[in-house]
């Protein structure tokens, strides 16, 4: 008897938060419809503005998702990315929300997307495009200080959030709050110091009590403690160079993998991040960094045996 071949459907990824939504929501005790209230985004704004890129109009993809409003401001990063849609900037902003609450900081959770690759663009371009997009937000009513308060996300920093101050500015400059229309701005434009490192700090302190756990660690061979554990890191961007700078420094613990846009390193004995970084500001990548070999693809790293 002939098999019957099964079609691979590939994960979407709302449908894995909901599919988790919905695993916890039994144990909650709530009416379903309230349940119902809770999982879905209350408001979703799609967009698509001309840009003029050189000497052509370009049309840029965009969103905003307000997941929940049962606490005001909504909150939640941009992130410029090719890869971009409607369904992951909707369980991103669903997984705001649900951070918010899990720690009782009294936001509703959003999200914020553009569909581009930053890297094809000058930093001009980039301007534009980000001008652009924030307008689009203030004339929906998407963004304010009591409304709905963007941050920095894959692709985007300090920078675009000072684009995005300037340009709420234009339209909003009577309102005494304007400046906390956005976070992650700059220091010099009311912005925190610290603000920067602060997620990859936050991962570097979750792996640290994690770590603690002495039965724990003994189930999967491990021993306590961040020192000389061995570490894979995908991606050299604000959280992932932040994480693995600081378990290197204060962890004393070893960075033997690291893979970025360009593809992946390994050193068994450990690759010293600050000197990687400055390699890949001189020479644009972190191929042919000296102290590592080059691994066959990006995905590599994923494979690479380590503790971490």
């Known amino acids: 008897m002939a098999k019957r071949k099964t079609k691979k459907v590939e994960a979407n990824f709302l449908d894995s938060v909901n599919r988790n939504f919905e695993k916890a929501a039994l144990h909650s005790g709530l009416p379903k419809g309230l349940l119902e209230q809770i999982r879905v985004c209350n408001s979703v704004y799609q967009i698509r503005f001309p840009v003029k890129i050189g000497g052509e109009y370009q049309v840029i993809e965009a969103y905003r998702v307000q997941h929940s409003h049962h606490r005001l401001p909504t909150k939640g990063g941009i992130r410029y990315s090719s890869k971009v849609n409607q369904d992951e900037v909707m369980a991103l902003a669903s997984l705001m929300t649900y951070k918010c609450a899990l720690v009782d900081v009294p936001f509703g959770g959003a999200k914020g997307g553009v569909k581009i690759s930053p890297r094809e663009y000058s930093t001009t371009q980039l ?16 963004i304010g200080p009591g409304i709905d308060v963007p941050a920095p996300d894959y692709g985007t920093g300090s920078r675009e959030m000072a684009w995005i101050l300037d340009t709420y500015l234009t339209f909003k400059g009577s309102d005494i709050d304007a400046a906390g229309c956005v976070t992650g701005k700059p220091v010099s434009q009311n912005g925190i110091r610290g603000r920067t490192e602060a997620t990859g700090r936050g991962v570097y302190y979750a792996l640290v009590e994690v770590l603690r756990h002495k ?72 191929m042919d960094f000296p102290d590592a070999k080059k691994l066959k693809n990006r995905k590599a790293v994923l494979e690479v045996d380590c503790d971490i």
């Open 215 to 286: 039965k724990d660690m003994e189930l999967i061979g491990l021993s306590t403690g961040m020192e000389g554990k061995t570490i894979a890191v995908q991606g050299l961007g604000n959280v992932g160079y932040y994480a693995a700078k600081i378990c290197q420094e204060e962890g004393d613990a070893k960075i033997i993998a690291v893979a970025e846009y360009e593809g992946a390193i390994y050193n068994k004995n450990g690759i010293n991040v600050e000197k990687l970084i400055k390699h890949r500001k001189k020479t644009g990548s972190i």
């Open 127 to 142: 301007r534009a495009i980000t001008r652009r997009y924030t307008a689009e937000l203030v004339r929906k009513n998407f």
